[in-house]
């Protein structure tokens, strides 16, 4: 009869590892299977940068960018930390926001100019020797929200996240889901930077970026005496994907503000320097998310997406990109998630009502 139990459970389990198995969209962001010499070599390469500027339809320039001079490409990879999001999104809890089309839309947008009393927007950070690129566009994200809605301006703990919630947003470090993060605004809140600063101030200042630190611990204690924990947690209101229509993805940001997208990252990325990107050489290395603070359209005719890295100002256009937009490229318009922030804990109480229609695809 044991046995027999025993047997029942075990049936269980695989069942059960097979629906969540089967149930994972990877749209493009799992990673191929690089070989041990191809993860020892250097992430950087005259090769690419070549191929890449010599390319009359790049629309980018490339160049070996100071952030990874000593970086292999297992050491980069680690730092693209989206893992593929399971498709049934937590048994469909999560909404799909879409806007009325009738809204009318600028041609070209940035939200440091639109809301330029907002200084978090403007901000360019450094993630570290972590995969926390997820707590990064989310905190970042619902930051600058706070300002747009409230007027305050405030930096958000992405240590909070990183470290306190745990296996259902991911692994920490070792990558997680961005809806998860804004589910956990939600349903948890978030501190203040102040309260729970980053635990990577070196940031990467030293050469190689080793070793890769392990996920923080979860304290739940602000490290200045005369804040309290629960006092500093600021809250979401919602937690939602926004529709794969470029339209809406506009309509979100020029409403709300940024938001936080993911993407597949090949090696050519890591050359990035300027102009508009779009994939052209190179092994896919993983899935990376970042803040998108607008668009507009290029000299050469091309539309784009201007986003935000957490890489430091030493890469990049000063620490950001553009990237073609309309195409979903890198399928960066089939990972946008976003949330709206709660008055809880907020001295004002101003109306948190949705302003958005609500679809599934």
Avoid at 82 to 111: C, I, Q, W
Avoid at 176 to 189: E, R
Avoid at 279 to 290: F, P, W
Avoid at 331 to 345: F, Q, R, T, W, Y
Wanted: aromatic share 10%.
């Amino acid at each position: 009869m044991a046995n027999n139990h025993i047997m029942l459970y075990l049936a269980s389990v695989i069942l059960l590892v097979g629906i969540i198995s089967s149930s994972f969209n990877m749209q493009g962001i799992a990673a191929e299977n690089l070989s041990k010499q191809k993860l020892t070599s250097r992430i950087l390469q005259e090769e690419i940068v070549k191929e890449v500027n010599e390319n009359p339809n790049a629309g980018w320039k490339a160049a070996l960018n100071d952030r990874f001079a000593n970086a292999t490409v297992a050491e980069f990879k680690r730092l693209l930390g989206v893992k593929p999001t399971p498709k049934n999104e937590y048994l469909g809890g999560v909404p799909v926001v879409t806007h009325d089309t009738s809204l009318k839309l600028p041609k070209e947008f940035d939200a440091r100019t639109a809301w330029s009393q907002c200084t978090s927007i403007g901000r360019i950070l450094d993630q570290g020797h972590c995969g926390s690129c997820w707590a990064f566009g989310a905190v970042e994200s619902l930051s600058d929200r706070f300002c747009i809605k409230y007027n305050m301006n405030i930096s958000l703990s992405v240590n909070d996240l990183l470290a306190c919630c745990g296996f259902l947003c991911g692994q920490g470090c070792n990558g997680g889901h961005p809806i998860s993060a804004w589910l956990y605004f939600k349903h948890h809140g978030v501190v203040t930077e102040e309260c729970d600063p980053y635990f990577d101030k070196t940031g990467c200042s030293h050469p190689g970026c080793e070793p890769a630190w392990s996920t923080p611990k979860c304290v739940k204690k602000c490290v200045g005496g005369n804040q309290l924990w629960d006092e500093s947690k600021h809250y979401g209101v919602s937690a939602y994907r926004v529709s794969h229509d470029p339209q809406d993805i506009m309509a979100e940001v020029y409403k709300n503000g940024p938001v936080e997208v993911a993407f597949t990252v090949y090696e050519d990325f890591a050359h990035y320097k300027s102009g508009v990107y779009k994939h052209i050489t190179g092994s896919n290395i993983g899935g990376h998310a970042v803040k998108l603070i607008g668009w507009g359209t290029s000299d050469d005719g091309e539309d784009y997406w201007l986003l935000a890295n957490q890489w430091n100002r030493s890469w990049g256009d000063d620490g950001y990109f553009k990237i073609k937009r309309g195409t979903n490229e890198c399928g960066i318009e089939h990972g946008v998630v976003a949330g709206l922030p709660s008055d809880k804990n907020v001295v004002r109480g101003i109306n948190t009502s949705d302003d958005v229609l609500i679809s599934s695809f």
